[in-house]
C-alpha cells in the first residue's frame, strides 16, 4: 500500500469535517415555541401599558380590566406630554444619559486597559478598592454628594446628575475582564515595537479589540441613566427635568389619572426601544463577534 492510498481517505475524512463545520444549525419546532412564549411574556408588560393608555382610568378601576386597545390612545398621550413637560425632560435625558454613556465607555475602556495590561504599582490594591465601591449601597452617598454639588452651586442643574456617573466601578471591572482575554499581550507589545504611542496603540489596538464590549456596556449605561431616578429627583426639580421626574410629576393629586400616568411610562420607554431598534443589530453582531473572535 502505498503513501497516496493512506493518506487520501484522511484529506476526504478531513474535508468532509470542514464542509460540515460550515453548515448552518437549524432549530426544531420546539426551539420556536419556547422563544415565541419568551418573547410573548417579555412583551406582556409594554403591551399592557399601551393597552392602559388607551383607556380611561375609571375602566382601569373595572373588573376585569381591558385586554385590546381603546381610543383614547392619542388623548392620553397629549395630556402626559402637556401636564409633565416631557419635551423638556427628554431633551435634558438625552444630555444626560448620552454624556453619561460617552463618558462611561471611554473611561472604563481606559481604566480597563489599564488593570488588564499595564503594569503598575498598586495595581491590585487600586483594583480592589474600584471593585470595593461597588458594595456600597448608593444610598449612602446621597446626602454628602448633595451637599457637595450644593457647595459647588449646581443645585437644579444637568451636570449634578453628569458628574457623579462620568465612569463607574462596574464599567471598569467589565472591561478589564473582557480585554484580558481579548487582547493579546503579543499584540501590544507588537505595536511598541513598530513604535506606536500609547495614545496610537489605545486608539488603533485596544479600542478596536473591546468594541463589542464597548457596545454592550453603551446599551447597558444607557438604559440605566435613562430609567434612574433616586439621584435626578433629589438633584433636580420641575422645572429642569429629566423624564422620570418628569413623570413623578403625574401621580400627584387628589386622584390621580392612571391612563395619563400609563401614557407618560409608555413615551418615556419609547426613546429606549427606538434607540435599540437602530442600534440593535450592530450591538448584537459587535457581541457576536467579539464570541467568535474569543
Known sequence: MTTSEVTLPAAKVRRRRVMGAGKQLHAGPVTYVVLTVFALVSL????????AASRTSGRLA?????????GNLFKNLQAAWDEAGLGTAMFNSVIVAGT???????FSTLAG???????????GLLLLLTIGTMMIPPQLAVVPLYLWMSDLGWSNQ?????????VTAFGTFFMRQYLLQALPSELIEAARVDGASSIRIVWHVVFPAARP????????????AWNDFLW?????????????????????GYVPDQAVIMAGALLGTLPLLIAFLLFGKQIVGGIMQGAIKG
Open 62 to 70: 373595572q373588573t376585569p380590566p381591558p385586554l385590546w386597545f381603546g
Open 213 to 224: 464590549a464597548m457596545a454592550v456596556l453603551g446599551l447597558l449605561t444607557f438604559v440605566f
Open 100 to 106: 453619561i454613556t460617552v463618558s462611561t465607555v471611554l
Open 113 to 123: 486597559f489599564a488593570f488588564a495590561k499595564l503594569r503598575f504599582r498598586f495595581s
Open 158 to 166: 444637568l451636570q449634578t446628575v453628569v458628574l457623579p456617573s462620568l
Open 232 to 252: 435626578p429627583i433629589i438633584a433636580l426639580n420641575q422645572q429642569n427635568p429629566t423624564v422620570q421626574v418628569a413623570l413623578n410629576s403625574l401621580g400627584t
Open 44 to 51: 406582556a408588560p409594554l403591551v399592557w401599558t399601551a393597552i
